[in-house]
T-cell receptor, first 113, second 113 residues
């Protein structure tokens, strides 16, 4: 099992550009999450999904969109990149919601200039 | 509003000694707590968890203690090894927080030979 994979590993965007961060898991987990980690801070939840076709906002959803068309994939879309979105983005998955560990991908480091 | 607090940004311990990492939380609805370990340029990896019905959970060299009345938990690593050098995140979840893990800012542990 590859676990949770994320692409790309690094990306530099100009202000106003758009991009999609890819996330795939091969553990057949129903729950998937997107977090961001700013320097010196803990991870904050952006969006999560409890199954294909179902998504919901987390703590910091503004400026992002998600979709979940399959169990395996949970892409995160940035439509108009802003410097405030410079961060490291982590995708995670878990077999259930609460009371379960979440498995994290290696992260995508995004810089918006 | 930081609901999970790790007040020590860093900790240095000699190899073979005990490492104690502390975490405080403010939300009394949290009932499941986790510790994650993170190496640079990697995603967090799950270490150990504890539910609120217990006050101690042990896994090899790692033990987590929970004091619900003080809203405090701690991670003990005995004996500490140089490979334990990493950033440790405390996280909490509960029914009222939905499926989100609320993370502390992390404590950077350095184990010196």
């Amino acid at each position: 099992n590859a676990g949770v994979t994320q692409t790309p590993k690094f990306r530099i965007l100009k202000i106003g550009q758009s991009m999609t961060l890819q996330c795939t898991q091969d553990m057949n987990h129903n729950y998937m999450y997107w977090y961001r980690q700013d320097p010196g801070m803990g991870l904050k939840l952006i969006y999560y999904s409890v199954g294909a076709g179902i998504t919901d906002k987390g703590e910091v959803p503004n400026g992002y969109n998600v979709s979940r068309s399959t169990t395996e994939d949970f892409p995160l879309r940035l439509e108009l990149a802003a410097p405030s979105q410079t961060s490291v983005y982590f995708c995670a998955s878990s077999p259930q919601g609460s009371y379960n560990e979440q498995f994290f991908g290696p992260g995508t480091r995004l810089t918006v200039l | 509003d930081q609901q999970v607090k790790q007040n020590s940004p860093s900790l240095s311990v000699q190899e073979g000694r005990i490492s104690i990492l502390n975490c405080d939380y403010t939300n009394s609805m949290f009932d499941y707590f986790l510790w994650y370990k993170k190496y640079p340029a990697e995603g967090p990896t799950f270490l150990i968890s504890i539910s609120s019905i217990k006050d101690k959970n042990e896994d090899g060299r790692f033990t987590v203690f929970l004091n619900k009345s003080a809203k405090h938990l701690s991670l003990h690593i005995v004996p500490s090894q140089p490979g334990d050098s990493a950033v440790y995140f405390c996280a909490a979840s509960g029914r009222n927080s939905g499926y989100a893990l609320n993370f502390g800012k992390g404590t950077s542990l350095l184990v010196t030979p």
